[in-house]
């Protein structure tokens, strides 16, 4: 349903936070109002999805939104965020009047309580948002495995997908202490024991709860993270548009990061407008260059050869069957749409990361450790101080911690005893940022004489995107009918650094003549 400027009907499954601030200037709904919609929405739903770990006080909730209202009403509104509920990842601090901790997922810091905004929060808040609440997420944003594509695949983030997380190895994507197993609202039944630990029941992650939420309304818009697919997979698994920025553009403090060179960021939303709104608030304009869009050049990569397999995602011929067919068609539209198109080659993440026995999850293993001891130093309340505490917490805990589905630490063991020279590190990532931007991205673009690079969701490409610390955007197409669900996918679009706003532009062309998004079914929401 698409709302119009005077249509009082609201359904939160659809509405974007542009087409509720249109009824918001209506005087249709106001930001209390639509506080107390949301939060019964979460009350009756959340209880199977598992997407919200924490929200404020309602005092402070309603106070916030009678503010805005306020604001308004005598003619003053600060942007198209005015009166807007969010959600947050739980890795995001706010201040102790919101009495939210930021939790990483784990119960070894439940209870903490940071002393002030992380700077994007307090950038949301001057903007008119409302901070409606934090997102669960795979249990310390997920790490594991062996070969050279396989370790930064599995183990760094380990969400895009792999098989194990940053804490150990098996874990299911969007799996935590304190919120359970998320669940995505378009699969009936649920992640299925069965499935690989990002499987297509699994809703992916590790911002699994950031694109749960939104797709399942409980805010219009959130704040995810991204190191490698943590952004872009589960978006592609909701039919959501979002966007990883280039690395540095957005603002990081207070936030608990697991890597000095490829954390960031970035928003999820049902419209490209809606995720153009986000950025030109949460962005440093300091940082970054704000090129103008304009006709875009695009190339595209073989679906066939970069499809993520085992152990990421179990194959089911039926499902890669309708998306091979779907993205197809998708090429068609693109074909059809853009200034230039064309098919092109693009160096594979093995060639990209084939520096010896090395990865960049080796750059992780060491400023995990480094960023982890320096967030906690400014949580004075947690008992928990680096992660030698958090290993000893979850032995004591692990009926908790370690059940039977995540009954391993694996990477965290690693981690701690894990030693590497200055030397070693910075060859690491200058080997990985020559190959990826100057021998790849760059080339590739230059030679084709392009703009983006376009492949499939549910593709490694976002590994490739990691390397570089370049932006890469999710945006919907389509859902596979199986076992009676309909699990969205889509498309991944790759630009160089500071593009950003390019790959804005392309979702927006994107959104005028692709299919609609499709919500979750009603059968699924009480």
Sequence with gaps: MSLTKHDTRLDLLVATAADIQALLQAGSLTSADLVRLYLEHIDKNDGYLRAVTSTPPRE????????????????????????????????VDTEPALNMSSTWGSLALAGTHPQRNARIVDLLIEAGAIILGKTSLSVSRNFAADNAKARLELSYCRNGDGSGDMRGTNLPSGWCAVSGQGQSPYVDGGFKSTDSPSGHSNPAGSSSGSAIAVAAGFAPVSIGAESTGS???????????????????????????????????GPMAKSARDIADLLDVIVDKDKTQIPKGGNIRVGVIDPTDWMLGLPFVKPVQEVNSQMMAGWKEAYKLLEAHAARFKR?????????????????????????????KEYLRGIPDSPIHDLSNIIQFNRDHADKELPPNANNQDNFLEVESFEITDEEYQSILDFGRRKSRDEGIDKTLRENDID????????????????????????????????????????FALASAHKDALLVEFMSAWERVAPPRQPPRKRHFA
């Design 344 to 372: 092109i080659n693009l160096i594979s993440v093995d060639e990209a990361t084939a520096n010896a026995s090395k990865s960049i999850l080796d750059l992780a293993k060491r400023d995990f450790k480094v960023l982890l």
């Design 452 to 491: 983006i690079i376009v492949g499939p969701s549910d593709c490694s490409l976002f590994l490739l995107a990691s390397l570089a610390a370049y932006p890469i955007a999710a945006v919907p197409y389509s859902n596979v009918d199986f076992e009676g669900n309909n699990r969205p996918y889509g498309l």
């Design 60 to 91: 402070w909730l309603f106070r916030e939104a009678r503010r805005l209202d306020t604001e308004r009403a005598t003619g003053t509104t600060r942007g198209p965020l005015h009166g807007i509920p969010i959600l947050i990842k739980d890795i």
């Design 231 to 265: 952004l872009m997979m589960p978006a592609c698994r909701t039919a959501l548009y979002s966007i990883k920025p280039t690395i540095g553009i957005v603002p990081g403090d207070g936030c608990l990061a697991i890597s000095l060179h490829h954390d960031t960021l």
